[in-house]
């Protein structure tokens, strides 16, 4: 797969199928692998981190979930790149579990209530499915000796798809530092376990379609994501701007100011 530069973060330039049978090919080897569901807020959280930049662009796939990178990824002269949305894929993973014979594993959830919903909302939608393993783990940083229990457990379990929904940029980090003690591919799929609980909206396709789809999640959290869209979005289209119209290449060092 081609990665395109967006300011400083590679995206893959693919479609739903290329990039689930991309992280079956993974799965199928056995060893750790982790895939970013990308989109404005973490190009920017890219941009403006040196460690954070190296997490992100050293993942074995980076997906563009959020429509204006793949926007971005055709004004760049990628006419055929398309948005690939993080539920998307996990909702395409998860319905090709069962005959593909994969362990899936759930990684998140802010709470075992809302991770045992996503668990029976999984098996209603996906009777074929087989949840191996889900861990809701505490807002604090988990001990040494309860990571290794995660680890073991998760290795024990032999899963082979382990979504992670814990939070960009989190969940990100999380998935790299496990990467090398893990047999999994994981995949951090951010609010979509709210989405599956119930507790969360998805935007009508006809908002998705034409990139409104943060506006939507705008208007349904104000209170948690004004300052991360007032913030971000802005910078994101300055700075592309410079690297579309002006030709500008930025480092990938992080630290911008």
Known sequence: ???????????????LSGATNRVFTLAEQGKGAYVCVSN?????EVFDSTDFAAVVNGADLVIPDGKPLAIAQKLLGYRHAAQVRGQDIMNKLCGLSGERGLNIGLYG???????GLVQSNLVAQYPDIKIAYAFSPPFRALTDEENIAVINGINKAK????????????????????????????????AAFDF??????????????IGL??????????????KRYLKQNPRFIWYFLQQWLLGKQFHKSGNHQ
């Open 1 to 15: 797969m081609t990665r395109a530069t967006i300011i400083t973060m590679g995206v893959e330039l693919t479609t």
């Open 213 to 226: 789809e943060w506006l939507f999640r705008l208007c349904s959290e104000p209170g948690r994501l004004w």
């Open 196 to 209: 599956i609980a119930g507790n969360k909206k998805h935007a009508p396709r006809w908002i998705q379609h």
């Open 159 to 190: 899963v082979d798809l382990l979504f992670v929904g814990v939070g960009c940029p989190k969940q990100e980090i999380w998935m790299a530092e496990h990467r090398d003690h893990l047999t999994c591919v994981m995949l951090g799929v951010g």
């Open 40 to 44: 404005v807020h973490m190009c920017m």
């Open 109 to 115: 959830g802010g709470s075992d209530v809302i991770l």
